[in-house]
């Protein structure tokens, strides 16, 4: 039998710090995670009840009268954010292949930066700039101006998450394509985007969920509607502003439709980041390394 | 430090044109490299290289780390000048006609000059099939019995068809590191090219795979002209037909692969054979 090793002097004392670390370290997420498990847990205590097949299919009822839905606002959500996806995907998978494939040129570095900054503006700030530029300029609220509000949101989340799927991308295969006697383009097109798409989309999720629940844009632009808009035109009800406008009035019926809607909006969010969890799961597995 | 005149010189001796090997046919120049020069923005890797690649025959391009046979070679199908800051200058004749020339398309040039990298890199996206089929498939080409035809046949000269002919519709991101290279050399030739580029295309692969490929160079030097750089001095003397040493940026010598190894006329070509430094 080998003789055991004496323990170091401080053993003890180290054992000891390493238990309370652990559980200091485990108070910190249960710390961090439990908002989120709050909040759920409140939405859908409160917004549950709500939930039936009118609240989904019919116009709010006046006030006093029991019944009645909020059709309008979830109508008004999907037209603006299909919107301002037709505007900002294009847009942001365009300015995102230019920064990840021309890091080079001046113009890719400075509108890399401002998209940025672009990515940490104030939403307010981008409906007061939409309500100068589009509700001034057209005289009137619309869905037009929500939706553009809402695509310079998502503009610079769907320009970032290009830019770096993109770049993960190996170098190696742009060369191998260009090696065959491959335009750069469609190098571009049918290499690099392909390999990236998974990252790609998630970008276009992300930026769709981020849109969906954006209260601030929408005040000065869409401004909200209780019924349907007859064109894009129009003033436009929204999930968010719905949930603003109910939540502050002192009716309790509302009050208790705002909770509803905000469980429908938690919901989306939900399913939005759980199909993002499920792509970036496989979203690297095709793509090895290059060290 | 030899002049530009000596080195004209010399070439001239060793001219590739007037080599006959032993047993065969002189060979006539598929590529005329006069006076390459090339970097990346001030560091100047290639400082001068005049060489003429014989047509339908292995050469190989030797050297230590850092002596410019990577971006020598990848001068020869325009690929270094796709990495930012990356310069060139120097004629490179192909056929007669300077590829470097304002008037030449570099995705034409490539289409005729294919190249193999170190390492083995297939589309992760796509099966083995696509994979070969790409060059052609990228470039507009449709008819599926053509592909089919080409993807065979480009399998069989790069010696994996009977590996993969059940599994053409897998990725080709599953298969072994050297059968990877191998589809990438029959992605390569898939396309027809007259040359074809090796840039060490067997470092990352184990002795078994790596026989294979220098197997299937074998073959394949009857219809291509293959340039192909290494550091392994063994594989350089087992498949080329002629050796270029690099050192520093400069080639040092060109000549046929027996003379070079067995009677190098360089000092410099002696010691790194001999093993004394690189």
Known sequence: MMEETPLPANY?????????????????????????LFILAEVAYRGAPVLNIAF????????????GGIAPAIVGSFIMVALASAIAIPIGIGA??????????????????????????PSIVVGIFVYVVVVLATGTFSALAGGIALAIIMIPIVARTTEESLKLVPKSLREASMALGVSRWKT????????????????????IARAAGETAPLLFTALGNTYYSKGLLQPMAALPLLIYQYGVSPFADWQAKAWGAALLLVLTMLALNLAVKLTVGRRFSHIRPEN | METQKDRQKEAATIGVSSVARPGAVPLSTKMKVKGLKA??????????????????AVTAVMGPSGCGKTTFIRCLNRIHELTPGAKVEGEVMLDGENIYSPRVDPVAIRRRIGMVFQKPNPFPTMTIYDNVAAGLKLNGVK????????????????????EVK??????????????????????AIAVEPEVLLMDEPASALDPTATAKIEEAMVELKKQYTIVIVTHNMQQAARVADFTAFFYLGELVEFGETAQLFENPSKELTERYITGKFG
């Not at chain 1, 989904?56 to 019944?67: C, D, M, Q, R, S």
């Open chain 1, 12 to 36: 003890r004392r180290r054992q000891l710090v390493n238990k309370a670390m652990t559980v200091l370290i485990y108070a910190a997420v249960v710390i961090a995670i439990a908002p989120l």
């Open chain 1, 56 to 67: 989904f299919t019919h116009l709010p009822t006046p006030v006093g009268v029991p019944g």
């Open chain 1, 96 to 121: 995102g292949i230019y920064f990840s494939e021309w890091p080079e040129a001046r113009l890719s570095t400075v509108s890399s930066f401002t998209n940025d900054v672009l990515a940490e503006f």
């Open chain 1, 188 to 207: 571009i097109i049918r290499i690099v985007i392909t390999t990236g798409r998974a990252g790609l989309f998630t970008g276009i999720l992300l930026s």
């Open chain 2, 39 to 56: 970097g990346f923005g001030k560091s100047l890797v290639l400082k001068g290289v005049d060489l003429d690649v014989p047509d339908k």
């Open chain 2, 143 to 162: 008819d599926r019995k053509l592909l089919d035809g080409v993807v065979e046949k480009s399998l069989k000269m790069a010696f994996l068809w009977e």
């Open chain 2, 166 to 187: 059940n599994d053409l519709n897998k990725s080709g991101a599953a298969l072994s590191g050297g059968q990877q290279q191998r589809l990438c050399i029959a992605r």
